[in-house]
């Protein structure tokens, strides 16, 4: 079994409910061969970058799933013979790229951890009495012509 995703775009003549109609459609597929559903986005709809058959916008909808190779031909034999569906995609997922992904949720998840523990101390140990900082980092070309001028000034 290997990783698959698949965008495909969805006419925008379609009704919400023939959008969800369809999506259950293509899961239903994936899972009617052998495959398992492991994310279905509906990104609802968007402007496309260019025209696709007289649209310029469509209904996205991204379905990350697993399943045999030979799957593949079938489902996109079914996304050309749906008139509803303008346009698809269908990427394979290797494990490095799989393992790269992992990595960067558990940094995410580690900042945002990190982030909440350190909103948590800062609300444990918020003075009132603590200074704040007016400005911080670099001063700019007027400031220093402006004190160039005064040390001229004072001279």
Known sequence: ???????????????????QTIVTDVESLVTK??????RSENWGRRKMAYIVKKHTEG???LLRFTANPDFIARMEGYFK?????IRYLVVYF????????????????EEIRAGALSRHRSDEDDDEDDPIPIAVG???RRDLDEEEDEEDYNE
């Not at 079994?1 to 009704?15: G, H, K, Q």
């Not at 490095?96 to 992992?102: N, S, V």
């Open 1 to 19: 079994m290997r990783t698959y995703e698949a965008l495909y775009i969805v006419s925008p003549e379609v009704d919400d409910d023939g959008i």
């Open 33 to 38: 061969h052998g495959g398992t559903i492991v």
């Open 59 to 61: 209904n996205y909808v």
């Open 81 to 85: 013979l749906s008139e509803a569906i």
């Open 94 to 109: 290797d494990e490095h790229t799989l393992q790269l992904e992992a990595e960067q949720q558990r940094r995410r998840e």
């Open 138 to 140: 670099r001063r700019s």
